[in-house]
């Protein structure tokens, strides 16, 4: 999505190696205009879908979610994070999720009431990286029984390795944007 790719090279932060600062439109300040032209993709992408419910994580995917969600006309879920590993709520499905950027495993909780076996689920988040977010809310769909029609993502982090893990397990995987290297330079894109 060229607009999307555009503002990354104008506002992105490379930081390291391996993370990009997008706090500018993303992940801090939302910009509102651009989440709406990204939801109005994520549409068109999966529009023949019959998708029923989006799916995503607290807290950066859920900006997101909520605008592209209108298009789609579904509720969004989002898998709420907590640091312990107890299981304190016999109503959901829980996975583990290990956060590269943070270097902590959380669990991720949804109640069973928002998920079940006729749901139709399009998961949406912010970055993909190695996919351990996506491979979690994958694991709470099917803990549900509810189909995962695919995976939305604003930035994919190709050289990453995550998209390939799900694309070659299977899952549809659209990103609006895929880098293939960054650094303090410049981004390059697929
Ligand atoms: P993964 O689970 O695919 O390894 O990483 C995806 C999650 O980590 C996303 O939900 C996102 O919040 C966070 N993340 C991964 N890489 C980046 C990055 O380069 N920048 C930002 N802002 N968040 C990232």
Redesign the pocket.
Known sequence: MKLLKDVIVKKGKVRGE?????DSFL?HQLDINLLNEMGKEFKNRFKDDNITKILT?EA??IAIAAIAAQYFNVPVVFAKKAESKNVDNDNAYESQ?Y???KDKTYSVRVCKDYLNSSDNVLVL??????????LGLKDLVNQSGANLAGIGIVIE?GF?G?GKLLRDSGVRVESLAIINSMNSDGIDFD
């Open positions: 391996d993370v990009l600062k997008v992940n994580i950066s995917g999720v956060s590269f950027t988040d912010d970055f993909l990286a190695n996919a351990q977010a996506a982090k990453q995550g």
